[in-house]
């Protein structure tokens, strides 16, 4: 596509060409310029010319073409970065090179003029304004249902009545973007469910499952990514946690029976009420998993439920003029009830203007779907129609992200780097490259092309994903137009196809070519190497060949493998994106500074460090030395902190992101170097603990710093006036800080905090009572592992905004203030890892604040499945239901429990006696009661009930408090049977 050639060229130029700092490279300025122009005429007749035949016959041709005119340049440039001993006359692009270019870029004019002159119509494009940005107004695809409530009410009765206590398995099943995925999260995210469940977990199964990703989603538990552990240990670990406890497990978009084989022997089967909600496309797969009548097939909606869900589109609109109701409803009528259809068209008509002109065009570009009777063929047909109405930047966005594995999730921040390195942000007035990709973000959201995932503090999408027909779309039209080399069965992954390969996901081990290397001449050439492998220590390592001829004109490298040498990577002098794995014997860091030095566009450096064990990762240490700033250009650089850096020798400018930077390298001098820095990061050593305290005093000379991290291991960090600090500074994490609560008092006092971050011994204190006039900004609060935090003494009036609290790990810490009923800023509080009796008092602020009429507060349990301890009301709630059980059973099962074990003939008169049923009912209730009043405010393992036969029959519960050192037994309840039994155990 044309889009990705124009983008990438132009951007090139502004870089190397028309850049004041590379004024040397270019004889003649005049001719850079009209090429310049030329190209955006190019790109503005593509964008304007959508429905216009003779233009996208031209396409193809504009397309190599400029790709041409793009190789010819970079790799005149690459000799100019790679040999910087040349002459000056060595060192300036051919005047000739430019002039070609111009002539080859003015003959497409002519033609194009030709098309503009003829009386074929031009068909009008969107709103330019409406396609530079989106609106945060439209709800997420993801985020809509409709027609479904009476599915839901149904299925929500089936996973929390419980009409059996063994594992039930329950099955949504329908085509593809019919919305099981939707279902399925409205269901797991629905209170009654939450509430009912001890245990929750999700993962994505897919066409291609991956056995360890899933029992890590369903663990949830970041430490065991780290533990050298096998996959059956994982699959032990998750079981282990699973048993004894309710639990709801989604397994969606599951393809194959053999994946459901290997991964049910993890779900036990404790007669604890446990569900497994399942998501498939094929019903034999929901046959296998034995669903019995539990499996529900999703249909298409009706014309109404069609229309109502199209209208959802349109949040400020009430309603239509009727002339666009009607082409809107023909529009609907023609997408047959399939819900990612009618979000799409949707997409695409809420960026129109809203005309009866521009409607009625797209109605009748519509009608090729009424041709075809296959589903998947018309909802392919209608992605197609989509995209086809993107502006050209989007476009090249959009195919970019063929290059994310499907079910992957999109990390945002990551993603909108490599699209500014790839050129296809343009700068939009004075706003940063950044803010305008996030545009283009929110720009595919709206056109539900993207989901939206997880949100950041700041309030910033952090991760989105693509719904698994839209991202087969989009790779099969990044793989058409040679833009994408993937691994599949005609090419496998590691060889390296000519007839496509400008971004590869994988590093190239094997060229396929009759003639090697010697003719690597295409426009084909790798601008992106992705290579990602998604493992926490180093199984494989990276080892270049001599020969990466193919591999000069890169401009994005990033591997997650550790790199083994790097004497062959000497040369790729083009790079705006590098991110490089070391391991412990790998990749020698004077190779990287020599690459890194060579780079003059490099924009983003990302060093991470992969050892392999943890020990080892302790104990190693790297540095890079300021050779590593010769980059004009550089924006953002993300190191571990293991690495150690040396400041830059000169101004930065354009340095926005800097991670992690010593103590002692917080001076004035230092500061006045990177005066644009917006996020930073010190990372405080036990080599620091004397200069560690006064590191942030000098804090205020970096005016537009929005975001600080402090990671102070040993050393101590002093906090004095806030008025020190930068006056920006909207979000603050700090890490074993070991500070006191009168320190976090002044932090809030800094006029701009929204956001602040709490973790793992930053501090180390009882209690917390804030200043008045504090944290008139703060919107969200994380307290992360503070040990000794115990006592919170706080009214709504100390955080007067806040919105999002999040509490993990704090252990002594007994209840939320209970002012915070009155908060009615706050819409969410996530706990994970603290005592119930803490999860208890955020439930009371929530009820509190629905008694006042306010819905929008949510409580999220967000414990790890494997870090999760039963609580007393867990326990309470299971002692009347398992009385319930036998009350409503009745005879019936008091016949079943009692006749194999008794030793004695009795009559069955007895059996049929209603007394012991009543009488265990009544000592259950009142166990139940003196659990309520006597451990309301412990949490607690439940050990067993259990039905014995001595002298008497006996209910004992064992109960062990949380902190290990109370253990209370009840026994000796009096007898609730006469016959004798032996022992039965039940959880």
């Known amino acids: 596509m044309a889009c990705v050639a124009l983008s990438s060229l132009m951007r ?18 005049e001719q850079v310029k009209y090429l310049y122009q030329s190209l955006g005429f190019l790109k503005e007749f593509l964008d304007k010319s959508k429905d ?53 870029t003015e003959d497409l004019m002519g033609q194009i003029r030709k098309i503009l002159n003829s009386p074929v119509q031009d068909f009008p494009s969107a709103d330019p304004q409406a396609s530079c940005g989106g609106s945060s107004e439209h709800a997420a695809a993801s985020d809509v249902m409709e027609g479904r409530n009476r599915k839901f009410e149904k299925i929500r009765d089936e996973l929390i009545r419980n009409r059996s206590s063994g594992r039930e398995v329950i099955s949504i099943v329908g085509m593809g973007g019919i919305g099981k995925t939707t279902l399925a999260r409205k269901l797991y995210e629905d209170p009654l469910v939450l509430s009912h469940f001890d245990i929750l977990g999700w993962t994505v199964v897919s066409q291609k499952h991956d056995a360890r990703r899933m029992l890590l989603d369903l663990l949830n538990n970041e430490a065991a990514k780290i533990d050298e552990v096998t996959d059956g240990e994982l699959a032990e670990k998750l079981k282990k946690c699973l048993s004894g406890r309710r639990y709801l497990i989604v397994l969606d978009d599951i393809w194959s029976t053999s994946c459901w084989e290997g991964i049910q022997l993890c779900f036990p089967d404790d007669n604890c009420g446990s569900r497994i909600l399942l998501t498939s496309r094929h019903k034999e797969v929901a046959d296998f998993a034995d669903s019995g009548n539990r499996l529900h097939t999703l249909g298409f909606l009706n014309l109404e439920e069609s229309w109502n869900l199209f209208c959802k589109r349109f949040p400020g609109i009430q309603s239509f003029p009727s002339e666009l109701e009607t082409i809107g409803r023909h529009v609907v009528h023609k997408c047959r009830g399939l819900p990612i259809a009618i979000v799409v068209v949707a997409g695409v008509l809420s960026k129109l203007n809203k005309t009866v002109e521009e409607w009625k065009i797209f109605e009748n570009q519509t009608n090729s779907l009424v041709v075809t009777t296959d589903l998947s063929e018309q909802c392919s047909r209608i992605l197609n129609l989509s995209y086809n109405y993107l502006p050209l930047h989007l476009k090249a966005c959009f195919l970019y992200l063929s290059t994310v594995p499907q079910n992957k999730a999109i990390i945002v921040k990551r993603l909108v780097r490599l699209w500014i390195a790839e050129g296809f942000v343009e700068l939009i007035n004075s706003e940063r490259l950044e803010e305008v990709a996030h545009g283009y973000l929110q720009d595919l959201a709206d056109r539900s092309l993207i989901q939206i995932q997880k949100w950041r503090s700041s309030g910033k999408i952090k991760t989105c994903r693509m719904h698994d027909m839209v991202h087969e779309f989009c790779v099969r039209e990044a793989i058409k137009e040679k833009l994408l080399n993937v691994e599949n069965k005609q090419h496998p992954c590691g060889e390296l196809q000519q007839e496509g390969c400008r971004w590869l996901n994988f590093w190239p081990k094997k060229i396929i070519r009759r003639d090697g290397l010697r003719d690597l001449d295409n426009i084909y050439v790798p601008r992106s190497i992705l290579y990602l492998q998604h493992t926490s220590y180093a199984s494989e390592v990276i080892e270049p060949d001599d020969d990466l001829r193919w591999g000069l004109l890169l401009r994005v490298l990033e591997l997650s493998p550790p790199i083994t040498s790097g004497s062959s990577l000497n040369d790729l002098s083009l790079l705006r994106y590098l991110g490089i794995c070391l391991g412990d014997s790998s990749l020698p860091l004077g190779y990287l500074l020599h690459l890194v030095s060579r780079s003059q566009n490099l924009q983003t450096l990302i060093v991470s460090h992969k050892p392999s064990s943890i020990n080892d990762g302790l104990s190693s240490c790297h540095y890079l030395s300021s050779e590593m700033w010769a980059s004009q250009e550089l924006i953002h650089v993300e190191c571990s902190y293991l690495i150690s850096l040396d400041p830059p020798n000169e101004v930065k400018e354009k340095l926005h992101t800097l991670y992690w930077l010593s103590p002692r390298h917080c001076t004035e001098e230092v500061f006045s170097r990177i005066p644009n820095v917006r996020k930073l990061g010190i990372f405080c050593d036990d080599d620091h603990r004397e200069i560690g305290l006064n590191i942030l005093e000098n804090l205020h000379h970096l005016n537009q710093l929005e975001t600080l991290k402090v990671k102070a291991f040993r050393g101590k960090i002093c906090l004095r006036n806030p008025q020190v600090y930068p006056q920006n500074l909207k979000e603050l994490t700090l890490f074993h800080t070991r500070l006191r609560w009168k320190h976090i008092n002044i932090i809030g006092n800094m ?45 709504p009036d100390n955080y007067p905004v806040l919105e999002r609290l999040v509490m993990r790990n704090c252990h002594l810490l007994k209840e939320i203030p209970s002012s915070f009923e009155d908060m009615i800023t706050l819409r969410l509080i996530e706990i994970s890892i603290c005592s119930s009796s803490l999860l208890a008092s955020a439930h009371r602020i929530q009820n509190a604040q629905q008694d006042l009429g306010n819905y929008g507060l949510k409580v999220r349990d967000t414990t790890p499945l494997s870090a999760r301890t039963p609580s007393t009301a867990l326990y309470v709630s299971r002692i009347t239901e398992f009385a319930s059980f036998v009350f409503l059973r009745q005879l019936a099962f008091f016949h079943q429990l009692q006749s194999p074990l008794s030793s004695e003939n009795e009559s069955t008169k007895s059996l049929h006696d209603e007394k012991p049923l009543n009488s265990l009912f009544e000592k259950l209730s009142s166990l139940q009661a003196f659990l309520q009043k006597e451990y ?51 959880n």
């Open 52 to 104: 216009n035949v003779a233009a996208k016959n031209l396409e193809p041709k504009i397309k190599d073409l400029v790709f041409q005119i793009e190789d010819r340049i970079e790799k005149k440039l690459q000799t100019i970065y790679s040999e910087p001993q040349r002459q000056k006359a060595q060192r300036r692009l051919p005047s000739t090179l430019l002039k070609q270019a111009i002539r080859d």
């Open 751 to 795: 006029p701009s905090l929204q956001v602040l971050k709490l973790k793992h011994k930053a501090v180390c204190d009882k209690t917390w009572k804030p200043s008045d006039g504090g944290f008139r900004q703060l919107k969200f609060l994380l307290i992360d592992y503070c040990h000794q935090f115990q006592y919170w003494e706080a009214t």
């Open 12 to 29: 090139t130029i502004e870089l190397d060409l028309l850049n004041p700092g590379r004024s040397a490279i270019v004889e003649d300025k």
């Open 936 to 986: 309301n405010n412990v949490t607690v393992v439940f050990k067993s009930v259990i039905l014995k036969s001595k002298s008497q029959t006996l209910i004992c519960a064992q109960i062990k408090a949380e902190d290990d050192i109370d253990e209370i037994q009840l026994v000796n309840y009096e007898a609730l049977f006469s016959p004798k039994m032996e022992s039965v155990k039940t």
